[in-house]
């Protein structure tokens, strides 16, 4: 009896230990890999993603228009009458052209009269500059030298007149007669050099430096009323479009006609240019700081379809644009040169709309990687799970976040290799 019941124990005991066997296979098969660098990292399954090194860019869309680079308004350059008139609103004109002229003979009667006081200020100019030899002053001292002759000649008969009277020749009224002669005639000599004093002083540094001034105001006067006579024929400056100019308030002027009377300053055509343009473009105050002058734009424009043009942002605006009563949100102009292909120029319209793509970060060697693979250690540093090869030891390696890119995060510190992506079931 006990012989035959001992095989039948073998054979549960040894299924026991193969049923035991297959429970650990599939128990390692579910648990998978753990890391042994990285306690507590345990993911039901892992994928390694190799990483390099390659160019990485991030571009802000925008949506703009395309403008004239130079837009000029010709005026009046006086006051005046049109005398003539060359094209018409709306033609394309090269540089030099003729677009209208001023008659000048209203300008040419202030030009006279500006002479005139330029010629009398430089008239003082020269009288006090020669002040000193003037009839004015010689007569004075004339003057002074016949007064001081008779003084002299009364003082020496007063004299002798005095010594006849001690010894009783003379009567007493002659002596003093004499003497109040003597008074009078020191009176006259007195007053005569008070008055060539007096016209000494009228040629002093002041009274000269008040005369340069007014002869330099006459002298600009006149000058200035020149160049604006040299300036009778208004040429258009560069090539462009002739247009009606523009008045306060967005409305049109009417167009120039021979006769018309116009002042100086008044606007009567305006002139595009057409081989040079930008694209002007709003940008959300949120995303003003992103961008500087310098940054390099990629523009294409649903009216030129085989065109992709390129440019550089060169302004940025400090004041808003515009703002959104309702959301509060504010807007800023932002202005991008733009290089046209000379082949292209004539297909281009002032207004085309114009997608605007920023080129906001660029590196032509960054390491981009998922944002699923970079963790965090609980002090706010970031590392990654690396390895250099397939069968180099896994090791924690950390990094710096640069920027964040639509394929990812651009990181610093970390060199080609693979990295650790969990993939959580």
């Given at each position: 009896?006990?012989?035959?019941?001992?095989p039948?124990?073998?054979?549960?005991?040894?299924?026991s230990?193969?049923?035991?066997?297959?429970?650990?296979?599939?128990?390692?098969?579910?648990?998978?890999?753990?890391?042994?660098?990285?306690?507590?990292?345990?993911?039901?399954?892992?994928?390694?993603?190799?990483?390099?090194?390659?160019?990485?860019?991030?571009?802000?869309?925008?949506?703009g228009?395309i403008?004239?680079?130079?837009?000029?308004?010709?005026?009046?350059?006086?006051?005046?009458?049109?005398?003539?008139?060359?094209?018409?609103?709306?033609?394309?004109?090269?540089?030099?052209?003729?677009?209208?002229?001023?008659?000048?003979?209203?300008?040419?009667?202030?030009?006279?009269?500006a002479l005139?006081?330029?010629?009398?200020?430089?008239?003082?100019?020269?009288?006090?500059?020669?002040?000193?030899?003037?009839?004015?002053?010689?007569?004075?001292?004339?003057?002074?030298?016949?007064?001081?002759?008779?003084?002299?000649?009364?003082?020496?008969?007063?004299?002798?007149?005095?010594?006849?009277?001690?010894?009783?020749?003379?009567?007493?009224?002659?002596l003093?007669?004499?003497r109040?002669?003597?008074?009078?005639?020191?009176?006259?000599?007195?007053?005569?050099?008070?008055?060539?004093?007096?016209?000494?002083?009228?040629?002093?540094?002041?009274?000269?430096?008040?005369?340069?001034?007014?002869?330099?105001?006459?002298?600009?006067?006149?000058?200035?009323?020149?160049?604006?006579?040299?300036?009778?024929?208004?040429?258009?400056?560069?090539?462009?479009?002739?247009?009606?100019?523009?008045?306060?308030?967005?409305a049109?002027?009417?167009?120039?006609?021979?006769?018309?009377?116009?002042?100086q300053?008044?606007?009567?055509?305006n002139?595009?240019r057409l081989?040079?343009?930008?694209?002007?473009?709003?940008?959300?105050?949120?995303?003003?700081?992103?961008?500087?002058?310098g940054?390099?734009?990629?523009?294409?424009?649903?009216?030129?379809?085989?065109?992709?043009?390129?440019?550089?942002?060169?302004?940025?605006?400090?004041?808003?644009?515009?703002?959104?009563?309702?959301?509060?949100?504010?807007?800023?102009?932002?202005?991008?040169?733009?290089?046209?292909?000379?082949?292209?120029?004539?297909?281009v319209?002032?207004?085309?709309?114009?997608?605007?793509?920023?080129?906001?970060?660029?590196?032509?060697?960054?390491?981009?990687?998922?944002?699923?693979?970079?963790?965090?250690?609980?002090?706010?540093?970031?590392?990654?799970v690396?390895?250099?090869?397939?069968?180099?030891?896994?090791?924690?390696?950390?990094?710096?976040?640069k920027?964040?890119?639509?394929?990812?995060?651009?990181?610093?510190?970390?060199?080609p290799?693979?990295?650790?992506?969990?993939?959580?079931?």
């Open positions: 009896m006990i012989r035959e019941t001992m039948g124990r073998n054979k549960a005991v040894l299924g230990l193969l049923l035991a066997v297959f429970l650990l296979a599939g128990a390692c098969l579910i648990i998978g890999f753990s890391d042994g660098d990285t306690p507590g990292e345990t993911v039901s399954l892992e994928t390694w993603l190799p990483v390099n090194y390659a160019p990485v860019s991030k571009f802000m869309g925008l949506a228009h403008e004239a680079e130079e837009d000029v308004t010709l005026s009046a350059p006086f006051d005046g009458v049109i005398s003539k008139v060359g094209p018409v609103p709306g033609s394309r004109v090269k540089a030099g052209t003729l677009i209208f002229a001023i008659d000048p003979a209203q300008l040419e009667v202030r030009i006279r009269t005139s006081d330029q010629l009398k200020a430089q008239s003082e100019v020269n009288r006090l500059e020669h002040w000193m030899s003037s009839p004015d002053i010689t007569r004075l001292r004339r003057q002074i030298n016949i007064a001081a002759a008779e003084l002299g000649d009364t003082q020496a008969n007063l004299h002798e007149t005095k010594a006849l009277y001690e010894r009783g020749i003379v009567a007493r009224s002659e003093d007669s004499l109040m002669q003597v008074r009078t005639q020191a009176d006259e000599l007195q007053n005569s050099r008070d008055a060539l004093a007096q016209a000494v002083s009228d040629a002093d540094g002041n009274n000269m430096r008040i005369a340069q001034m007014v002869l330099l105001n006459a002298k600009t006067q006149y000058n200035s009323l020149v160049s604006q006579a040299v300036r009778k024929e208004v040429r258009a400056p560069f090539d462009g479009l002739l247009l009606p100019a523009a008045l306060p308030g967005g049109k002027s009417l167009n120039a006609i021979p006769g018309q009377q116009v002042i300053g008044a606007p009567v055509f002139l595009t081989d040079r343009f930008l694209v002007r473009a709003r940008v959300q105050e949120g995303d003003v700081r992103f961008l500087k002058e940054m390099n734009v990629k523009v294409t424009s649903d009216g030129l379809p085989d065109e992709k043009l390129a440019g550089k942002i060169i302004r940025i605006a400090s004041q808003p644009s515009a703002k959104d009563e309702a959301s509060g949100t504010v807007t800023y102009d932002v202005t991008a040169s733009l290089n046209f292909p000379p082949e292209s120029l004539g297909n319209r002032l207004g085309m709309s114009a997608d605007v793509q920023i080129l906001t970060y660029s590196d032509a060697h960054g390491m981009v990687l998922p944002v699923q693979g970079i963790k965090d250690d609980g002090s706010g540093n970031s590392y990654v690396y390895r250099e090869k397939t069968d180099t030891k896994p090791r924690r390696v950390f990094v710096t976040l920027e964040t890119v639509p394929e990812g995060i651009v990181v610093e510190g970390l060199l290799g693979e990295i650790l992506i969990p993939q959580l079931q």
